[in-house]
């Protein structure tokens, strides 16, 4: 088969550490496009053999990659999204709390017959909620705890006068569904939004969120009761050079994408 062609859209922490490893090189797999502001002045950056990707404007990439992977704000998802799906092609999405405030991309994949993928990113366990809820899922619980510069710039914080950076102790900030949190925290628990799309859904997802000044790590505590297996999976996720995210994310992505073309595929 020929290598399918790759489209990073954003590139910041997330889009430099996958293409990094896709540039190290990914079976089956070719960067062919990156996505920014200033096709004209591209990011400086370490391309191996002298190599580099296409530069174009986000809404420019579509006609040269098969897939996009959307490393970008969460407000530009539908932006990005939408000239792939319209396309029938594959979308894969790290912002998927956008998606609980975009159903039409859903609704558009179904009709073009597009794809929107999510990869597990900074969370464990979507394997077996997957399972879980082949069957019947009784109650699913996320508590997310960050250091405090994990939540720069949620606007939960900013319209609640919340000051995270002198706290002198964990203190929860938030108590309520993944589809609150995700929007009061678009771009900091995108993990909540993914672990209610794989379970019971966005309004029956249960979700504390905590600033701990003596963490060092990204903690996320899932709980999930069902007729098939009592779930308990807990990650620390170390930050990225944006602390918003993990390391793991991008690792997550690339792992996805080594088994879109793998003769052997393991997990859900």
């Excluded at 069957?135 to 510069?149: D, H, M, Y």
């Excluded at 999976?233 to 170390?238: G, H, L, M």
Aim: charged share 20%.
């Amino acid at each position: 088969m020929e290598d399918l062609r790759i489209g990073i859209a954003g590139f910041g922490a997330i889009g430099r550490a996958v293409a990094s490893q896709l540039a190290d090189g990914v079976e089956g797999m070719q960067l062919a496009v990156v996505g920014v502001r200033d096709p004209g002045k591209p990011p400086q950056f370490s391309w191996k053999n002298g190599s580099s990707p296409r530069f174009a404007l986000l809404d420019d990439m579509e006609p040269y990659c098969d897939l996009v992977i959307e490393c970008a704000p969460a407000a530009l998802l539908p932006r990005i999204a939408t000239p792939f799906l319209m396309k029938g092609k594959i979308v894969v999405s790290l912002s998927s709390g956008a998606l609980l405030n975009n159903p039409q991309l859903v609704d558009l994949a179904k009709s073009r017959g597009g794809q929107i993928l999510i990869p597990s990113g900074a969370i464990a366990g979507l394997d077996a909620i997957l399972a879980a809820a082949e069957g019947k899922i009784e109650s699913v619980k996320l508590t997310s705890r960050k250091p405090p510069r994990g939540f720069a710039g949620a606007p939960f914080l900013e319209q609640n006068n919340i000051d995270v950076m002198n706290l002198k102790e964990a203190t929860m900030l938030f108590s309520g569904t993944a589809r609150q949190a995700a929007v009061g925290f678009p771009a900091n628990l995108n993990v909540a939004a993914s672990v209610a799309l794989a379970a019971v859904g966005p309004d029956r997802t249960l979700l504390e969120v905590w600033a701990d000044p003596f963490l060092e790590r990204n903690t996320h505590r899932v709980e999930v009761v069902s007729d098939a297996a009592l779930l308990c999976v807990e990650i620390q996720s170390i930050p990225s050079d944006n602390p918003r995210t993990g390391r793991i994310t991008a690792q997550s992505v690339v792992a996805l994408l080594r088994k879109l073309r793998a003769p052997l595929s393991v997990g859900t």
